[in-house]
């Protein structure tokens, strides 16, 4: 029995002993399908060892481990360049996977539910994808998870209450992401958690509570999301372990609390970018493992802390873009470790502590921004030599730039722009050869630009403009092949352009303007520069024509060549350069057709013409340019009509197109510009009438429609362009009268000029209101009555011109007319005054009367002369009548009548009037003839 027995035990061991590794085999075996089939789904080229044909030691494979059993316990294919999804694989597989990690790569979709089944996982980061839409509330059931990353993806929606299950987590990290607002009451603390991260993400609402439960925190980064409200100060209490705070770009508001300091063990603060305010508390001498301190851009005032010196440890320093208006504490000069050193954009004032040399760990300076003063001192150059970046831009600094600068070997940036540094640029700054940006602008530095600078080979930026620089560009500037903006404006420059210049490869921006260049542009200048997109060479005296390659790229935004001696045509290539955007040709010697020198350039949104000599029409396209805010083409020789289509430019601000050649009539389109400011259209052949369409436009400050043969009425309607400030409607064939709504233009301030034209009626007293108005100008009319007194209100008046009218009666009585010139008033009839070459009103009134008298006189004297033959008449027929009833008693009665009747018209001291005599005529004839 004891023999059977035994074989029997022996026999069963044997059997579970040769079915233990099938066991094995198969789930290893289901393992290995289960991730060749996600394998399958995904863009994987670093996979390849992942086959069905070696299913039996997957153990083996790429980014695969496993335990002492043959089963995968960890994925880490972090970094592999993989793309898909997570949907395939199957999470059911794997019972024993205690880690999972891939990161870094391009895995999108969401997260799937599944992923709650791995209940062993403790470490999960699926960070730097880009997955979305929400984290699955199955990611509760991993209670054994000790870290956590699913940074920087595109997730979003709440974070699941479940994950509050996790009392086990150490390190959890949901960063960059779109999470937003949290249940915070459902989530409850970690006891055990030492690293969390929400940043960058879209969580609202104050400092989430269970942190300050999460006592063994010594990581928390809650930066770039919408957390409002101020700091707890539970926080500097609770969570003394913490190494790491970062809750910079938020909304946290109020004073930074003194408590900091129960923070004892932290290496980085980091409170950028939020509300903060009040003064930077003198605290740090009680944090002195402190190495990085972030606190710019906030709202501190008031004094940098002197016992910010106390951090020996301090590597970087930020404070810029506050409102701090102090000195530099000299205490700064004891941070020997600083490397990173920034208070740019605040109100420090005097100069640098001299203390601030011992910092020769200095990697990068910013200080620019501010009222610093005095001179940079050669000593500080000397021992910063390990700088890269030195930003002392927008100050008052003065003084020499040091030739110490040639020391600073390893510099990549010097902007030292915007400060009153005196002097010549150093030749030791030749030394500088990896500078990639150097910009020395705006400050008052004179000599040449040393030939030195053709060493700088990596330099891409370089601008000296606003300086008093003389001399000649460096004839190797060709070298600097990498240069990408050559920027030397407003100088004293002259003589030619180098050749070399055409060698710059990587040119961009060519900016010359305002210098004494002259002699003509190297004729390949732009067939080596692809890239050129921004050139000029404005205010210079260049002479000869545009290079033909000068687009070669085609790639033309900004052209400005005004303004030099420029002759022939434009360069074929510049009708291809569809991204113009601003072109200024004027005050050259241009020819060419223009309707050919210009193609399709829908960004066009300025472009000056004007003083050349371009021939040829506008066509059509011209109003293809929708975005076109400023249109000059001003004296050339342009002919043919204005293109209805200019009325498409519903962004044009100035349309001049003067001194031309223009026939027809202006176009009704023109009414729709409702955003234009300048029209002037003076000195063509333009005919027909104004068009009333003008009246819409309530924006127009200036308006010349001068010297053309423009007919018809002045429009009443334009007394709605109510911010006109310039009116020229003269010499032109307009007839009719002034209309009074002309007074309401209340804006007008510079011109009103209607002379040399046929325009009738009187002068509107409300022409009065133009109380603004500097120049009045109504000559050359057959403008007739008084002028109104009304215009005496116009106190700005300083030239006016009534001249060649028909204009009577006594001027206003203000100053400006009293005092203008006696040509102002010449050639009308009758005018009279207290003005230059005016007879006084009183003299006139005089000369009238007497010339009225005159008229009287010879009036009664005839008319006297009539009545005394009538009379005459009367009484001999009277007598006739009487005579033959009692002729003896009617002569006897009637000859002191007579006498009587003569007497009446004559004895008055010589004076009588035309009713006098007819008065006693009548009475005569009434006396001596009723009834005859």
């Known amino acids: 029995m004891k023999t059977s027995h035994g074989a029997f035990i022996f026999l069963l061991h044997v059997l579970l002993f040769s079915l233990h590794p099938l066991k094995i085999t198969s789930s290893a075996r289901t393992e290995a399908a289960a991730l060749v089939k996600w394998k399958n789904s995904l863009s994987s080229p670093l996979l390849n060892s992942w086959s069905l044909g070696n299913l039996r030691n997957p153990c083996i494979w790429t980014g695969i481990l496993c335990n002492n059993g043959g089963l995968v316990s960890e994925i880490n294919l972090s970094n592999a360049s993989l793309s898909g999804t997570l949907d395939q694989l199957d999470f059911i597989a794997f019972p024993n996977l205690t880690r999972l990690n891939l990161s870094f790569n391009n895995f999108s979709g969401s997260i799937p539910s599944s992923i709650g089944s791995v209940s062993n996982i403790y470490s999960l980061d699926l960070s730097n994808n880009v997955l979305e839409d929400i984290i699955p509330v199955e990611i509760g059931n991993l209670t054994e998870l000790q870290y956590i990353s699913l940074y920087n993806n595109n997730l979003k929606g709440q974070v699941p209450h479940q994950i509050g299950k996790l009392q086990k987590v150490q390190h959890m990290d949901f960063g960059s992401n779109y999470l937003m607002s949290p249940q915070w009451s459902q989530i409850t603390s970690f006891p055990l958690l030492t690293h969390l991260s929400f940043g960058y993400n879209e969580i609202t609402s104050g400092f989430p509570d269970f942190i300050l439960g999460c006592w063994n925190l010594t990581y928390l980064d809650l930066s770039q999301n919408h957390l409002n409200g101020p700091i707890p100060e539970s926080l500097f209490v609770n969570l003394g372990k913490l190494e790491y705070l970062n809750l910079s770009t938020n909304s946290f508001l109020g004073p930074l609390s003194s408590n900091l300091t129960k923070l004892s063990k932290l290496k980085n603060l980091r409170l950028a970018t939020n509300k903060h305010s009040g003064l930077v508390p003198d605290i740090f001498n009680s944090m002195p493992n402190l190495e990085i301190l972030e606190l710019f851009n906030n709202s501190f005032q008031g004094k940098i802390p002197s016992s910010l010196g106390q951090l020996k440890n301090l590597q970087k320093l930020d404070l810029r873009m506050n409102d701090l208006n102090s000195t530099i504490p000299s205490e700064l000069g004891w941070c020997t470790n600083l490397t990173y050193l920034s208070f740019a954009s605040n109100s420090l004032t005097e100069s640098l502590p001299l203390s601030l040399s011992n910092l020769t760990k200095l990697r990068e300076l910013g200080l620019s921004d501010n009222n610093l003063s005095g001179d940079v001192s050669p000593y500080f150059i000397s021992n910063w030599t390990q700088l890269i970046s030195l930003q002392l831009q927008n100050n008052l600094f003065t003084g020499e730039i ?219 396209k011209w109003g293809q340019y929708e975005r076109l805010t400023n249109l000059q083409m001003d004296q050339n020789k342009i002919s043919g009509v204005i293109p209805a289509e200019i009325g498409n430019l519903t962004q044009l601000r100035v349309l001049n197109l003067d001194s031309n050649e223009l026939i027809g009539e202006i176009p009704v389109g023109l009414g729709n510009l409702n955003e234009l400011l300048n029209l002037n259209l003076s000195n063509n052949q333009l005919t027909g009438e104004i068009p009333r369409t003008i009246g819409r436009l309530t924006k127009l400050q200036y308006l010349d429609l001068s010297a053309n043969k423009i007919k018809g009425g002045i429009l009443e309607d334009l007394g709605n362009c109510e911010s006109l400030q310039f009116l020229n409607l003269s010499n032109n064939i307009l007839s009719g009268n002034i209309p009074s709504e002309l007074g309401n233009l209340n804006g007008l301030r510079y011109l009103l000029d209607l002379s040399n034209n046929s325009l009738s009626g009187t002068i509107p007293p409300n022409l009065g209101k133009l109380t603004s108005l500097e120049n009045l100008n109504l000559s050359h009319n057959k403008i007739s009555g008084r002028i109104p007194s009304a215009l005496s209100a116009m106190v700005s008046l300083r030239f006016m011109d009534f001249s060649f009218n028909y204009f009577s009666g006594p001027i206003p009585t203000s100053d400006s007319f009293r005092k203008a010139p006696a040509e102002a008033f010449i050639e009308n009839s009758g005018l009279c005054g207290n003005g230059n070459g005016l007879s006084p009103c009183d003299e006139v009134s005089s000369t009238s009367r007497s010339q009225n008298n005159d008229r009287k006189l010879h009036i009664a004297v005839i008319v006297s002369v009539v009545s005394l033959i009538i009379l005459a008449i009367t009484i001999v027929g009277c007598f006739i009548f009487r005579s033959k009833t009692n002729p003896i008693n009617d002569e006897t009665k009637t000859a002191p009548e007579f006498e009587n009747l003569e007497s009446l018209i004559w004895e008055r001291e010589g004076k009588f009037t035309i009713g006098d005599i007819v008065k006693a005529t009548e009475d005569f004839s009434a006396k001596y003839c009723i009834g005859s």
């Open 402 to 620: 040091p030739s110490e600068i040639g020391l600073l070997m390893d510099l990549k940036y010097l902007f030292l722009y915007n400060n009153t540094f005196s002097g010549s640029i150093p030749p030791e700054i030749g030394n500088l050869k990896n500078l990639m940006s150097m910009d020395l602008s705006r400050n008052r530095l004179s000599g040449i630009i040393p030939q030195t600078i053709k060493n700088l080979t990596n330099l891409q930026i370089l601008q000296l403009f606003s300086n008093s620089l003389t001399g000649t560009v460096p004839p190797k500037i060709g070298d600097l092949t990498l240069l990408e903006k050559l920027d030397v404006n407003t100088n004293q420059l002259s003589g030619q352009l180098p050749d070399s210049i055409s060698n710059l490869s990587a040119l961009q921006t060519l900016f010359l303007f305002s210098n004494e260049f002259s002699g003509i542009i190297p004729n390949d200048l732009g067939k080596n520069s692809p890239k050129l997109a921004n050139v000029s060479f404005s205010n210079n005296s260049f002479t000869g024509e545009l290079p033909s390659g000068l687009c070669s790229g085609f790639l033309l935004n900004q052209f400005t060549v005004n303004n030099n001696s420029f002759t022939g045509r434009l360069p074929g290539c510049l009708k291809n350069c569809s991204s113009l955007n601003r072109v200024r040709l004027e005050g050259n010697r241009f020819s060419g057709n223009i309707s050919e020198a210009f193609g399709v350039h829908p960004n066009l949104e300025f472009i000056s013409l004007s003083r050349n000599q371009f021939t040829g029409q506008l066509s059509t």
